[in-house]
């Protein structure tokens, strides 16, 4: 069972300035805590869940409840968050679409805007697939037969040799 966190801004992504990892991109370091309340709550879901298995006949050797490490599963979710207005709260509009740029689109977990208490990745592929309709519809074969790609996409080929 996954518990859900409420996002604050002291729980994010941090990136370092100095470190790489293996593939040469900036180290991560998580920055995250629970609040009392939601410790909580966390403990509240471990009391049922434990009536829940008890009353289907207990738990599989080997897979009896246990707090994970937070972070372990990593479904992170909210770092280039979802929203309805450009407010400074939001990175994307409602299509994934970065706010203030015309043809950039951001298909990530991290746009889905608070956590969820389970694996956020069908809700990642609808909103990706979300996104996809809306930058055919803004990019792709007009009604009036024109196509707003066509004309870059002769100025910015790429011819072999």
């Known amino acids: 069972w996954f518990g859900r966190v409420n996002p604050r801004y002291e729980n994010c992504v941090e990136f370092s300035h100095m470190n790489r990892d293996t593939f040469g991109m900036p180290q991560p370091t998580f920055h995250f805590k629970m609040t009392k309340e939601e410790g909580e709550e966390v403990h509240k879901m471990m009391t049922d869940m434990c009536k829940a298995a008890?009353?289907?006949g207990g738990f599989l050797p080997g897979s009896e409840p246990s707090f994970q490490k937070p972070g372990l599963a990593l479904h992170i979710t909210g770092t280039c968050r979802m929203g309805e207005e450009d407010d400074?709260?939001?990175?994307?509009?409602?299509?994934?679409?970065?706010?203030?740029y015309k043809n950039l689109y951001i298909g990530s977990c991290g746009v889905i805007p608070t956590g969820t208490a389970c694996n956020p990745?069908?809700?990642?592929?609808?909103?990706?697939?979300r996104a996809c309709g809306d930058i055919l519809k803004t990019f792709g074969p007009q009604p009036d037969g024109s196509h707003p790609l066509q004309k870059w996409s002769q100025v910015h080929t790429c011819k072999a040799w």
């Open 54 to 56: 008890t009353a289907l």
């Open 121 to 129: 990745t069908n809700t990642a592929m609808a909103l990706a697939i």
């Open 88 to 100: 400074g709260e939001s990175v994307v509009n409602p299509y994934s679409k970065v706010w203030g």
